[in-house]
Structures are given as C-alpha cells and as structure tokens.
T-cell receptor
Framework: KNEVEQSPQNLTAQEGEFITINCSYSVGISALHWLQQHPGGGIVSLFMLSSGKKKHGRLIATINIQEKHSSLHITASHPRDSAVYICAVRGRDGNKLVFGAGTILRVKS | NAGVTQTPKFQVLKTGQSMTLQCAQDMNHNSMYWYRQDPGMGLRLIYYSASEGTTDKGEVPNGYNVSRLNKREFSLRLESAAPSQTSVYFC?????????????FGPGTRLTVT
C-alpha cells in the first residue's frame, strides 16, 4: 500500500461544479502539501497545511490529522482548473516529501 | 528571479550513453532535490541535498549520481543510461526559513532512452 493515496484517479466535471479531491496517508506527518501540475508540465504549490483549513480564491484545503485525511475543494470550477492535482506529505523527521500519484481533473465548458 | 531552471528540456539517449542534467536556483535556498515522474506514479525522490556540501539518497538512487556544485547548482548524472530511466525529471528547491519547506519546481526534463 502506498503511503499516500489519492482519489479519484480521474475526474471529469462540468464547468461550475463543486469538486472534491481526497488524499489519505498512513504515516505521521508534520505537513501536507497540495500541488498543481499544468498540462505543460510545470508544478506549483497550492497549499501547505498542518491543521485545519486554508482558502485561496476558489480553492479550499482541509486536513484531519486524527483521520490522516485531507481534501482539496474547488468551487465554481472552470476549464482553466484542468490539471493534475498532487498531494504530498512531509514526515516528522525531515524535509523530504512523499507524493501521491495525482488526480487528473478535466473541467468541460 | 528565474526561480528553478533546468537544462536540457528534452533529451534522447541511446542505452549506455551518459549525460548530466543541470539545475540551478536563484532563491538562495539551502535544500535541493531531484525527482523522477513516471505515468501512474507519484514523483519519486532520486537524491536530495539538504545543504551545500551534502547529498543523500532518496527512494530510487540506483543508476544516478549527483553533485551539489555550490548553493545554486545541483546536477544529476546518468553514467550509463538504461531504458528504465526513460522518465520526466524534475529539480526542486526549498527554503528552510519556515516549517513547511515549500518546494519550488523546475520545468522538467523529458528523457527518452532507446
């Protein structure tokens, strides 16, 4: 079993829909990261969180440390949100990240 | 600021050839990383350098070597390329100025070994 599991693997949504991507992990962590990989390949960091909830524009990330689970929500989705969304966790013992396989999101207009 | 830069963007090698992937960052970050990304799998750490002068193996180091040339530059060398090393390679750097160690990624190098 991978240390970081994401679901779903693929997601197709209609423009305007509310989207949820889930991430579960099996190790103790000091932080969880959500990243976005554009179709051209570039990877950018969206959120880093160790507790609670963070919001940036239409994106919301939540984490439940006890349940070892995080969700990334996109409100009022748009075709430009189409990308691969990657969850990664950092263990308590260093600055290395362990990555999930990613969720491929396609938003249709 | 250019952020993290990588060269080359694309490369095709024959089995047994060698090459070096270059990475540089201009953000004064202490830590640098090399990852590979394969279809259906998450990014996997090849090597990392927590600070200038130190390097450590990651999850998949076999067949690779690295050099932290200075604080800015971290290169990845394939001494004898194999088809299993066909992948997209990403370099990243991170600051240790906060507890999150946010990582900044380069644009990637797409390598094909035939």
């Amino acid at each position: 079993k991978n240390e970081v599991e994401q679901s779903p693997q693929n997601l197709t949504a209609q423009e305007g829909e509310f989207i949820t991507i889930n991430c579960s992990y099996s190790v103790g962590i000091s932080a969880l990261h959500w990243l976005q990989q554009h179709p051209g390949g570039g990877i950018v960091s969206l959120f880093m969180l160790s507790s609670g909830k963070k919001k940036h524009g239409r994106l919301i990330a939540t984490i439940n440390i006890q349940e070892k689970h995080s969700s990334l929500h996109i409100t009022a989705s748009h075709p430009r949100d189409s990308a691969v969304y990657i969850c990664a966790v950092r263990g308590r013992d260093g600055n290395k990240l362990v990555f999930g396989a990613g969720t491929i999101l396609r938003v249709k207009s | 600021n250019a952020g993290v830069t990588q060269t080359p963007k694309f490369q095709v090698l024959k089995t047994g050839q060698s090459m070096t992937l270059q990475c540089a960052q201009d953000m004064n970050h202490n830590s640098m990383y090399w990852y590979r990304q394969d279809p259906g799998m998450g990014l996997r750490l090849i090597y990392y350098s927590a600070s200038e002068g130190t390097t450590d193996k990651g999850e998949v180091p076999n067949g690779y070597n690295v050099s932290r040339l200075n604080k800015r530059e971290f290169s990845l060398r394939l001494e004898s390329a194999a088809p299993s090393q066909t992948s997209v390679y990403f370099c990243a750097s991170s600051t240790t100025a906060n507890s999150f160690y946010e990582q900044y990624f380069g644009p990637g190098t797409r390598l094909t070994v035939t």
